[in-house]
């Protein structure tokens, strides 16, 4: 067997590999997985790097081909994930996408975080371990889970030991806060203090720390308060530093000091063990369990239960938190935990850090035989620094008490707006006063808000905040700030989908980690994903909050059809991107349902008209349609296209995987028969006229969306577009089909509606319009309407005879600007209102033409 290759070998062998399996055959295909496999992968080298899709298809079929992969268990350990149990590979996708860099277990027998340390860079997450041991480590023997081993029992230390301490901090400020001064100040009586800020502080700021501190930084590097320990032990101070203590301890100044660490230092030194904490927590572990039990979890049965190889999450591992944690000699001299802290690396967000670095370095410890030890006595229900206990451990002698816990509130503990005196009680000179003032300054104050006002009922049950009211709600967007990089995505109030122009562009950012996307759903499930994506109930207090904070809020019918709060034009921005031509779809009612349908009065059509401030356009006479518009901003006329559009001409490759899916299962309800859609609005059709034609072309299926007209169930052979079981797998995907996946495949569009027929026209297929004269007449639609009567033959004239060119010729122009790339521009746009953009496109061309 020849040598293993090298990662840069790997990784450009399987960039040449993706495009040959596109191009191949299914049969193939699996030919070409079988032998890489068996040989590896071939040599050869890309021209050019591969689709992202197509990596994505090729990393799935090598996850299934491997025997690494067990989908049902996956599917039934991951329960936090929507699955739609649809017989295709979706348990690999998710895995191939997103779940390996969540740490979630392809299965038991594969350690993802252990396979990446010990045989590829931990510092880079492009390379998906299971792909790499298909094809690489297997043939060569690489192990996929770590190694329980056994250590001789450690021992208390002998005396005061001298101790290290690498002091993690953040200020959104840029100060040194009053509260890490007196933190540092007590610390400094157990350890030597080195400090490093993850940001810029102000002149001078530093020298508060300088009587207390060995060393003191400022430097951004974005690595949360793992690349600080990591910038600390590697760099700034240095293990030959390091070396010449007995203990290492890492702290952070996301806790505040309530009173002295002598009981701590005392107990822990009095401690045998080879590292230590505070606390320790474990998921499984909660209220119910701790109540049935009548007392903590013991400690060493969780550590022994731990040394089990066999894990499906690291999120079910033990968590020890890394704001207070000390490492002993033994620890100190093992290369991992070095090369470990040495090479933390930058992750998407905060979880993966915590997943990697917090349990990933008790998971290593652990297993590696090294004795755990905590200041509580064994393990309280899930997260106690986090629920109402984390005033009761203050009794026993704990010293810190989390910020995070007052604004965040997660567990939703209730009367938290009487910390203050709850923290007197156990320690009567604990300086709460400039506790509140850090927390004033550095908590969003729409967090601090909804946790201060969940309160104790009468029956002592939490009673969480209700929603706001129609006459507090103006207040509360006075004083909630709103953020240019929150992107509100409501669903179309017509269907209850996330669908159009507003789903277009949803999908031009789900992966992009600087925008964060609110996605506000109605009472229908919303198959979305991506980075930095929040899932919502529109109608709820979260949903409230949440709204309260876009910047950018994305509209179809318009700002208060799509968004029910009364969110004001001048802290939002509402953009329309549901009327790029100028037409308006027919003014229907809007319950989400898709079923029963009336009349939007004027005065909503005009409010809505009236709180647009940015409308997105085709061409001019959308133009001079959005000129129109109240109070629309001065540059708030955006002619870059119909975001909808794209949905439809784009190559069927660069959807998104859930486009792809529901296009694959519409065909193959279709089995090769043509489709002919029809979307009345609001104008009432036959049934029997509709059913007659259908039963009398066999190769045709007809598909309806129930509008008005049309009832709960369609009589057979029509079909339900509306249905959410048409499309679904055995298993029922709940999810009707979207608009723009049944125009991709349709040959004919029935429709009452002038604006869709524009849309649809880009397309080059023929049309029947039902839409009124009066309507016709005010789109200037060449296009002669079908009577009730005459829509037999007016159906069999699409069929066979082909779209009408003065139609097409018409929708074309209203759509001058939209050319399939219409979302990336108005996502350019948005963020042009924020960013400096062009600034850096320009700095970005002139550094390459130099």
């Not at 506790?435 to 946790?451: D, F, G, Q």
């Given at each position: 067997?020849t040598?293993?290759?090298?990662?840069?070998?790997?990784?450009?062998?399987?960039?040449?590999?993706v495009?040959?399996?596109?191009?191949a055959?299914?049969?193939?295909?699996?030919?070409?997985?079988?032998e890489?496999?068996a040989?590896?992968?071939?040599?050869?080298?890309?021209?050019?790097?591969?689709?992202?899709?197509?990596?994505?298809?090729?990393?799935?079929?090598?996850?299934?081909a491997s025997?690494?992969?067990?989908?049902?268990?996956?599917?039934?350990?991951?329960?936090?994930?929507?699955?739609?149990?649809c017989?295709?590979?979706?348990?690999?996708?998710?895995?191939?996408?997103r779940?390996?860099?969540?740490?979630r277990h392809?299965?038991?027998?594969?350690?993802l975080w252990?396979?990446?340390?010990?045989?590829?860079d931990?510092?880079?997450?492009?390379?998906?371990?299971?792909?790499?041991?298909?094809?690489?480590g297997?043939?060569?023997?690489?192990?996929?889970?770590?190694e329980?081993?056994?250590?001789?029992?450690?021992t208390?230390?002998?005396?005061?030991?001298?101790?290290?301490?690498?002091?993690?901090?953040?200020d959104?400020?840029g100060?040194?806060?009053?509260?890490?001064?007196?933190?540092?100040?007590?610390?400094?009586?157990f350890?030597?203090?080195?400090?490093l800020?993850?940001?810029e502080l102000?002149?001078?700021e530093?020298d508060?720390?300088?009587?207390y501190t060995?060393?003191a930084w400022a430097?951004?590097?974005?690595?949360?308060?793992?690349?600080s320990?990591?910038?600390?032990?590697?760099?700034l101070?240095?293990?030959?530093?390091?070396?010449?203590?007995?203990?290492m301890?890492?702290a952070?100044?996301?806790?505040?000091?309530?009173q002295p660490?002598?009981?701590v230092?005392a107990?822990?030194d009095?401690?045998?063990?080879?590292?230590w904490?505070?606390?320790?927590?474990?998921?499984d572990?909660?209220?119910k369990?701790?109540e049935?039990?009548?007392?903590?979890l013991?400690?060493?049965?969780?550590?022994?239960?731990?040394?089990?190889?066999?894990?499906?999450?690291?999120?079910?591992f033990?968590?020890?938190?890394?704001y207070f944690?000390?490492?002993?000699?033994?620890?100190?001299d093992?290369?991992?935990?070095?090369?470990r802290?040495?090479?933390?690396a930058?992750?998407?967000d905060?979880?993966?850090?915590?997943?990697?670095?917090?349990i990933?370095?008790?998971?290593?410890?652990?297993?590696?035989?090294f004795?755990?030890?905590?200041?509580v006595?064994?393990?309280?229900?899930?997260?106690?620094v986090?629920?109402?206990?984390?005033?009761?451990?203050?009794?026993d002698?704990?010293?810190?008490?989390?910020?995070?816990?007052?604004?965040?509130?997660?567990?939703?503990?209730?009367?938290?707006?009487l910390?203050?005196?709850?923290?007197?009680?156990?320690?009567?000179d604990?300086d709460?006063d400039?506790m509140?003032?850090?927390?004033?300054?550095?908590?969003?104050?729409?967090s601090?808000?909804?946790?201060?006002?969940?309160?104790?009922?009468?029956?002592g049950?939490?009673v969480?905040?209700?929603?706001?009211?129609?006459?507090?709600?103006?207040?509360?967007?006075?004083?909630?700030?709103s953020?240019?990089?929150?992107?509100?995505?409501?669903?179309?109030?017509?269907?209850?989908?996330?669908?159009g122009?507003v789903?277009?562009?949803?999908?031009?950012?789900?992966?992009?980690?600087?925008v964060?996307?609110?996605?506000?759903e109605?009472s229908?499930?919303?198959?979305?994903?991506?980075q930095?994506?929040?899932?919502?109930?529109?109608?709820s207090?979260?949903?409230?909050?949440?709204g309260?904070?876009?910047?950018?809020?994305?509209?179809?019918v318009?700002?208060?059809?799509?968004?029910?709060?009364?969110?004001?034009?001048?802290?939002?921005?509402?953009l329309?991107?549901?009327?790029?031509t100028g037409l308006?779809?027919?003014?229907?009612?809007?319950?989400?349902?898709g079923d029963?349908?009336?009349?939007?009065?004027?005065?909503?059509?005009?409010?809505d008209?009236a709180?647009?401030?940015?409308?997105?356009v085709?061409?001019?006479p959308?133009?001079e349609?959005?000129?129109?518009?109240?109070?629309?901003?001065p540059?708030?006329v955006w002619?870059?296209?119909?975001?909808?559009?794209?949905?439809?001409?784009?190559?069927?490759?660069?959807?998104?995987?859930?486009h792809?899916?529901?296009?694959?299962?519409l065909?193959?309800?279709?089995?090769?028969?043509r489709?002919v859609?029809?979307?009345?609005?609001?104008?009432?059709?036959?049934?029997?006229?509709?059913?007659?034609?259908?039963?009398?072309?066999p190769?045709v299926?007809v598909?309806v969306?129930?509008?008005?007209?049309?009832?709960?169930?369609?009589p057979?052979?029509?079909?339900?577009?509306?249905?959410e079981?048409l499309v679904?797998?055995p298993?029922?995907?709940?999810?009707p089909?979207h608009?723009?996946?049944?125009?991709?495949?349709a040959?004919?569009l029935?429709?009452?509606?002038?604006?869709?027929?524009?849309d649809?026209?880009?397309l080059?297929?023929?049309?029947v319009s039902?839409?009124?004269?009066q309507?016709a007449?005010?789109?200037?639609?060449p296009?002669?309407?079908?009577?009730?009567g005459?829509?037999?033959?007016?159906?069999?004239?699409?069929?066979a005879?082909?779209?009408?060119?003065a139609?097409l010729?018409?929708?074309?122009?209203l759509h001058?600007?939209?050319?399939?790339?219409?979302?990336?521009?108005?996502?350019?746009?948005?963020?042009?209102?924020?960013?400096p953009?062009?600034?850096?496109?320009?700095?970005?061309?002139?550094?390459g033409?130099g």
């Amino acid at each position: 067997m020849t040598g293993m290759l090298d990662l840069a070998e790997f990784s450009s062998r399987w960039r040449a590999f993706v495009p040959r399996w596109v191009a191949a055959s299914d049969d193939e295909r699996i030919r070409l997985v079988e032998e890489a496999m068996a040989h590896g992968l071939p040599e050869g080298e890309a021209t050019e790097a591969p689709d992202r899709d197509a990596v994505l298809a090729a990393e799935v079929a090598v996850i299934r081909a491997s025997g690494e992969f067990d989908e049902f268990g996956y599917m039934w350990h991951n329960p936090d994930l929507r699955w739609h149990l649809c017989t295709g590979p979706e348990q690999a996708i998710h895995f191939a996408e997103r779940g390996w860099h969540e740490m979630r277990h392809p299965s038991p027998g594969f350690d993802l975080w252990h396979y990446t340390n010990a045989h590829l860079d931990p510092e880079d997450d492009e390379v998906n371990p299971v792909v790499h041991y298909a094809l690489e480590g297997r043939r060569h023997g690489l192990a996929t889970l770590p190694e329980v081993q056994v250590l001789p029992a450690p021992t208390a230390p002998e005396g005061s030991p001298r101790r290290v301490c690498l002091f993690a901090a953040f200020d959104v400020d840029g100060i040194v806060d009053p509260t890490v001064v007196s933190y540092l100040a007590d610390l400094s009586r157990f350890a030597d203090i080195y400090y490093l800020a993850d940001c810029e502080l102000e002149e001078g700021e530093l020298d508060k720390l300088a009587p207390y501190t060995k060393g003191a930084w400022a430097i951004r590097h974005g690595r949360y308060d793992f690349g600080s320990y990591s910038m600390l032990a590697t760099d700034l101070v240095g293990w030959d530093v390091i070396d010449q203590y007995d203990e290492m301890m890492l702290a952070n100044d996301s806790c505040w000091l309530v009173q002295p660490l002598d009981t701590v230092f005392a107990k822990m030194d009095a401690t045998a063990c080879d590292w230590w904490g505070l606390q320790a927590t474990y998921e499984d572990f909660g209220i119910k369990d701790y109540e049935a039990l009548g007392r903590p979890l013991s400690l060493d049965d969780v550590e022994e239960q731990m040394r089990q190889q066999d894990l499906w999450r690291y999120s079910d591992f033990i968590h020890v938190g890394s704001y207070f944690l000390v490492y002993r000699r033994r620890v100190l001299d093992d290369p991992e935990f070095r090369r470990r802290l040495e090479t933390v690396a930058k992750q998407r967000d905060k979880t993966a850090i915590i997943l990697k670095y917090e349990i990933g370095f008790s998971r290593h410890l652990i297993l590696g035989g090294f004795h755990l030890a905590t200041f509580v006595d064994g393990i309280l229900p899930y997260h106690p620094v986090y629920r109402a206990s984390a005033f009761d451990l203050m009794a026993d002698g704990f010293p810190l008490l989390k910020r995070q816990f007052l604004y965040e509130n997660p567990f939703s503990a209730p009367d938290l707006r009487l910390w203050k005196q709850r923290v007197l009680e156990h320690v009567p000179d604990a300086d709460v006063d400039a506790m509140e003032s850090n927390l004033r300054r550095i908590a969003p104050a729409w967090s601090l808000h909804r946790s201060f006002a969940i309160r104790s009922g009468p029956d002592g049950t939490a009673v969480l905040p209700e929603p706001l009211g129609s006459e507090t709600f103006p207040d509360e967007d006075r004083w909630v700030p709103s953020f240019d990089h929150w992107w509100g995505f409501p669903v179309d109030p017509r269907t209850g989908l996330l669908s159009g122009a507003v789903r277009a562009v949803f999908d031009a950012v789900r992966d992009d980690p600087s925008v964060k996307k609110i996605v506000l759903e109605g009472s229908r499930p919303l198959d979305v994903s991506g980075q930095n994506v929040v899932r919502v109930a529109t109608e709820s207090p979260p949903g409230q909050m949440y709204g309260l904070r876009m910047g950018t809020i994305l509209t179809t019918v318009g700002p208060r059809s799509d968004v029910n709060h009364p969110l004001s034009p001048r802290h939002h921005r509402f953009l329309q991107l549901g009327r790029p031509t100028g037409l308006t779809s027919p003014d229907v009612g809007l319950d989400g349902s898709g079923d029963t349908w009336g009349l939007r009065d004027a005065s909503a059509v005009e409010l809505d008209d009236a709180l647009t401030r940015a409308v997105v356009v085709s061409g001019t006479p959308g133009a001079e349609a959005a000129a129109r518009l109240p109070k629309v901003d001065p540059e708030g006329v955006w002619e870059v296209g119909s975001p909808r559009i794209d949905l439809l001409v784009a190559d069927e490759a660069a959807l998104a995987p859930a486009h792809r899916g529901e296009l694959e299962r519409l065909r193959r309800v279709l089995a090769g028969r043509r489709l002919v859609v029809v979307e009345p609005w609001d104008r009432s059709l036959e049934l029997d006229v509709l059913v007659a034609w259908a039963s009398a072309h066999p190769d045709v299926a007809v598909g309806v969306r129930p509008m008005t007209g049309a009832g709960a169930s369609l009589p057979e052979p029509l079909l339900d577009l509306s249905d959410e079981t048409l499309v679904s797998d055995p298993a029922k995907t709940p999810l009707p089909v979207h608009p723009e996946t049944a125009w991709r495949v349709a040959d004919v569009l029935v429709s009452g509606s002038a604006a869709d027929l524009a849309d649809w026209a880009v397309l080059g297929r023929p049309a029947v319009s039902i839409v009124t004269e009066q309507q016709a007449r005010a789109a200037a639609l060449p296009l002669g309407s079908a009577a009730v009567g005459d829509l037999r033959a007016a159906l069999d004239a699409a069929v066979a005879d082909g779209p009408d060119e003065a139609y097409l010729a018409w929708g074309r122009a209203l759509h001058a600007a939209s050319d399939g790339h219409s979302a990336e521009r108005v996502v350019l746009a948005i963020k042009r209102t924020y960013l400096p953009v062009d600034e850096w496109a320009a700095e970005e061309e002139s550094a390459g033409a130099g």
